[in-house]
């Protein structure tokens, strides 16, 4: 299994993220429907567009480059809440990636953690919100606890998966106190946040991504 | 119900509609590669710049005001979606004629945080630039939560007072605090009657049985008040207005500005008999409609309904309201 993160296996781990994100794309709107205006399944689809046009672009072969390039371009993809999020996200790690050749699975702690971080100084959301701080806070933390129990990287994106993809359930029955779906009130009980779901399936992209082209 | 609208491919729309509003107004506007709706001929220098950003899928705005006497760029996002924070960042620098830009944000969710976000890069680069936010939906929270209400069409009358501000070569934080005084004395409530349809999903918006109507309904179909069974022009206008002129304290002597703006499905005869019975209640309260306009301006596709907004005015507002401004769906001659 792969002991650090080089350039490669952040694209494959990019990569990885884009084409789950993409085939649920259908999914996502649906539950953006019952609790927003239906269209984040199209906003993910087109961030990932652009997610897969800036790696291909990105001829740096440099950590720092390649993640500051994806987050810049799902910034310019707008998109509603979508761009500003997601992008800052993938910006906020390659700040913490910058002067890196290769992430270790502590480096890779912390580069989710400063995405994290990044996200969390763009919106007032808390966990419990119904958004998706809820999955991307217990993806963060899981993943610094496994590599804390001395998990590789592989097995750390396990872990942050699961975790997103129960914190990303846990959802369903929240309350929405952030965008357009807080004017719901009651009505957002019983579906779970887009928001949360596609970040559920963005660290599941990262750990198969990983785990597609290693040996 | 299938949806039946005009369009071809939906993630085309937006390119789309931008392209055939650019060649109809070819002499006031043009369209750029990363959705910004620009003046065909930029504002003198030294003049402050305006420049405004949102959603799609509400045409005429916010683009349709772009031109002299209001708007100096409008970036256009996805229906529905904020546009990217560098398109925004490109508006700014692109709106600079040496005098400052002034950036209206109208309160969404999306909006904010793109608007944000460019700030901070704007700050990071040494732009000279103001922002001003719009919330003035009254069925969004109390008056003293100003984040919980969102922006309606108030930003229409915004963009025409700041707009006449700034080409009459007042500083920045002149043009600001003129903005920002219309902003704390304008007030909007929306109703709907039928939902739209989203063009891109094809999902209808929202939920409203045949003879209901919601009040405080927002302009992405976001839950209002509640439902209430339909009632005549008269009682609507009625209601509507005295939830207005309570949460903006209007008193006898004050003079208005009047806007009566269709969501999309309802007739400009029906917007005509709203206006009417406003005008004539106020009349009665000894309140002077100084300014007033009927017209679809902000739009939520097919959507049956209205915005009912009114706004507090100095004598220099009603002079800047009536100052000159040639934009595709705005002129003052």
Redesign the interface.
């Known amino acids: 299994m792969a002991e650090t993160i080089g350039y490669d296996e952040m694209v494959r781990m990019l990569r990885g993220a884009a084409e789950k994100v993409t085939t649920q794309h259908e999914m996502l709107?649906k539950l953006d429907?019952a609790i927003g205006?239906?269209?984040h399944g199209?906003?993910m689809r087109?961030a990932m567009v652009c997610l897969v046009k800036a790696v291909a672009d990105n001829r740096s072969r440099d950590l720092a480059s390649v993640l500051n390039d994806v987050g810049?371009a799902i910034?310019?993809?707008?998109?509603?809440?979508?761009?500003?999020?997601f992008?800052?996200f993938f910006m906020g790690m390659g700040e913490a990636a910058a002067e890196r050749a290769t992430l270790d699975a502590a480096a890779l702690a912390e580069a989710f953690e400063a995405a994290l971080a990044a996200v969390r100084k763009?919106?007032k959301a808390e966990p419990g919100d119904k958004t998706m701080i809820d999955a991307l806070v217990p993806a963060v933390e899981g993943l610094r606890a496994a590599v804390e129990e001395g998990l590789d990287p592989a097995e750390a994106l396990e872990r942050a998966a699961d975790a997103a993809q129960q914190g990303a359930a846990s959802t369903k029955d929240m309350l929405a106190r952030?965008?357009?779906a807080k004017?719901?009130?009651r009505?957002t009980l019983g579906t779970p946040d887009p928001g949360a779901t596609s970040v559920s399936l963005i660290f599941r992209g990262f750990a198969d991504g990983l785990a597609a082209g290693g040996t | 119900m299938a949806m039946k609208k005009f369009i071809n491919d939906p993630d085309n729309l937006v390119s789309e509609l931008l392209e055939g509003y650019a060649l109809l107004h070819a002499g006031k506007i043009r369209v750029t590669g990363s959705g910004m709706v620009v003046r065909a001929k930029p504002k003198d220098e030294g003049k402050v710049g305006v420049v405004t950003l949102g959603g799609s899928g509400h045409e005429p705005a916010l683009s349709g005001f772009v031109g002299e006497g209001m708007l100096d760029i409008s970036v256009a996002g996805e229906i529905f979606a904020a546009p990217g924070a560098p398109a925004c960042l490109e508006a700014l620098k692109a709106a600079e004629r040496g005098a400052g830009v002034l950036f209206v944000v109208l309160n969404h969710p999306g909006d904010v945080l793109a608007a944000n976000l460019t700030m901070e890069m704007a700050e990071k680069e040494g732009l000279n630039v103001k922002q001003l936010l719009t919330h003035e939906d009254i069925a969004g929270g109390p008056r003293s939560e100003p984040e919980q209400r969102r922006g309606l069409v108030g930003c229409i009358p915004l963009y025409k007072l700041v707009g006449a501000a700034a080409e009459a070569g007042r500083s920045l934080d002149e043009v600001l605090a003129i903005g920002d005084a219309y902003e704390r004395n304008m007030a909007t409530l929306a109703v709907a009657v039928t939902s739209a349809t989203h063009p891109a999903t094809g999902e209808a918006m929202f939920e409203l049985a045949d003879d209901e109507m919601e009040i405080g309904m927002g302009q992405h179909g976001e839950a209002g008040t509640g439902c209430t069974k339909l009632k005549s022009a008269d009682e609507t206008a009625e209601t509507m207005l005295e939830m207005l002129l309570k949460d903006l304290n209007v008193q006898s002597g004050d003079q208005l500005l009047v806007m009566i703006n269709g969501s999309g499905a309802t007739t400009l005869m029906e917007l005509f008999i709203i206006f009417r019975r406003v005008h004539q209640v106020l009349t009665e309260k000894g309140v002077k409609v100084a300014c007033s306009r009927v017209a679809e301006d902000l739009t939520v596709q097919e959507m049956a309904g209205f915005q009912m907004h009114i706004g507090r005015l100095t004598d220099e507002m009603v002079d800047l309201w009536n100052a000159p401004c040639d934009t595709p769906f705005m002129t003052v001659r």
């Open positions: 709107s429907a205006d239906g269209d199209t906003a087109r810049w910034l310019s993809a707008g998109g509603g809440s979508t761009g500003p999020l992008g800052t763009q919106t952030f965008g357009k004017n719901l009130g009505r």
